[in-house]
């Protein structure tokens, strides 16, 4: 089973606007990733956020934590049509020894010209 | 630095026949992971390593799936036989071992498997 959610499944949007997508998951963590996927390729590592901080930000991206409602989101500012990706969350369980990361399902992002 | 390499990038095999990835990781990272993501969903967890001995392998059907990390550096992923909801593609990431208490992982790009 996987332990976060993300929402919404897909999101379209227009170059310029801002794309925000949650996460939500289901038992203590250690620390929260955010990974995009371009179509026909491997994931890549964007950002992660630590169990004791609440926001953090990388160029146009932006995540908040809030792990008394176990939840996350991601802003993606000012996209551009190169945003066009899935993005997942993934969450490294506070128990686990060696950082076993789960993802969700993804959140389909289409940014067009 | 170079990344993570995967071949074949595509297998094409009927139901029953079997078939092998490799993986090799990004130099000096000892923790090597072995995805599998169906088309729509997130990556889920088949096996993971650490240098060449198996940290979790509680989600490898190992009926059918086997996997080894010999020398502590390359991987294979064998499935043996094949079936119609193995089609997915298998995604191998690397990480260096844990020592600030983040883990972050560098995948490959992907072996895709078609079932017939």
């Known amino acids: 089973s996987q332990q976060g959610e993300e929402d919404p499944q897909a999101l379209s949007i227009q170059e310029g606007e801002n794309a925000t997508m949650n996460c939500s998951y289901k038992t203590s963590i250690n620390n929260l990733q955010w990974y995009r996927q371009n179509s026909g390729r491997g994931l890549v590592h964007l950002i992660l956020i630590r169990s004791n901080e609440r926001e953090k930000h990388s160029g146009r991206l932006r995540v908040t934590l809030d792990t008394s409602k176990k939840s996350s989101s991601l802003l993606i500012t000012a996209s551009r049509a190169a945003d066009t990706a899935s993005y997942f969350c993934a969450t490294d369980p506070r128990r686990a020894s060696w950082g076993k990361l789960q993802f969700g399902a993804g959140t389909q992002v289409v940014v067009t010209p | 630095e170079a990344g993570v390499a995967q071949s074949p990038r595509y297998k094409i095999i009927e139901k029953r026949q079997s078939v092998a990835f490799w993986c090799n990781p990004i130099?000096?990272?000892?923790?090597l992971y072995w995805y599998q993501q169906i088309l729509g969903q997130g990556p889920k967890l088949l096996i993971q390593f650490q240098n060449n001995g198996v940290v979790d392998d509680s989600q490898l059907p190992k009926d059918r799936f086997s996997a080894e990390r010999l020398k502590g550096v390359d991987s294979t992923l064998k499935i043996q036989p094949a079936k119609l909801e193995d089609s997915a593609v298998y995604l191998c990431?690397?990480?260096?071992?844990?020592?600030?208490?983040?883990?972050?992982?560098?995948f490959g790009a992907g072996s895709r498997l078609t079932v017939l």
């Open positions: 990431a690397s990480s260096v071992a844990q020592v600030t208490g983040a883990n972050v992982l560098t």
């Open positions: 130099s000096g990272h000892a923790t």
